[in-house]
């Protein structure tokens, strides 16, 4: 192992030392991250494969080697780990997207206060008339992504729905929790799911501090 390599497995055995460093923080978060991914209306079967997904938004090399890796424990096959990954990869395609529409407004000089309207939907049509052949590319995929496999439907839009809050797209918030609803996801099972999307995006900032002890002492 070269000594340039920023990431390597074995940084994680100095997360210990913030224990030491900051005790009760790192013992509050450590209690966080054992009861958002417990089971409980989610199974932790699920909740581990929406932590695998958050951790492809948050890009912490860490969080994917540790999540997998429960997930694998947990029975879940390497054909539902790609799925919730392609769905993760759907939800942060879609953010960028969505975004597009401030974009458009911004272009046009829009004198819109509110930078979010449920009413800017509406110019999603003039993506496809400006790039018709990526936008029917992308919303092909989007579909593809979503739709029911090895991972339900509902199970999908859960995890839609945590990944869309850690990228922070209100618009992708707004559709996917309808879209959960209408499969008959419970307010105690979308709670859940924000909080294993809390805990991750929260733990990935913790995961990199072994990069930052690394630098401390260098």
Request: with cysteine; aromatic share 8%.
């Amino acid at each position: 192992m070269s000594n340039e390599s920023l990431y390597q497995k074995s940084y994680i055995r100095r997360l210990p030392e913030l224990g030491k460093l900051a005790p009760d923080t790192f013992k509050a978060f450590i209690e966080f991250d054992k009861q958002a991914l417990a089971d409980g209306a989610i199974t932790k079967k699920v909740k581990e494969l929406i932590a695998v997904a958050v951790a492809h938004v948050t890009g912490c090399p860490y969080c994917i080697d540790i999540h997998v890796s429960n997930a694998r424990s947990l029975e879940a096959s390497k054909e539902e780990v790609a799925e919730a990954i392609m769905v993760a990869t759907a939800l942060k395609a879609g953010s960028a997207i969505a975004h597009g529409l401030n974009a458009l407004n911004a272009f046009d000089e829009s004198d819109q206060e509110d930078l979010y309207q449920r009413a800017n939907i509406s110019r999603f049509k003039e993506f496809k008339e400006l790039n018709p052949e990526a936008f029917s590319a992308f919303n092909k995929f989007d579909m593809e992504a979503m739709k029911p496999g090895l991972i339900s439907r509902k199970d999908k839009e859960l995890i839609a729905v945590a990944v869309a809050h850690v990228t922070g797209c209100a618009y992708c918030i707004e559709i996917h929790t309808k879209g959960a609803k209408k499969l008959g996801v419970t307010l105690e099972e979308l709670a859940e799911a924000i909080f294993v999307a809390t805990a991750l995006k929260a733990g990935s900032a913790l995961a990199h501090s072994v990069n930052a002890l690394n630098a401390y002492d260098n």
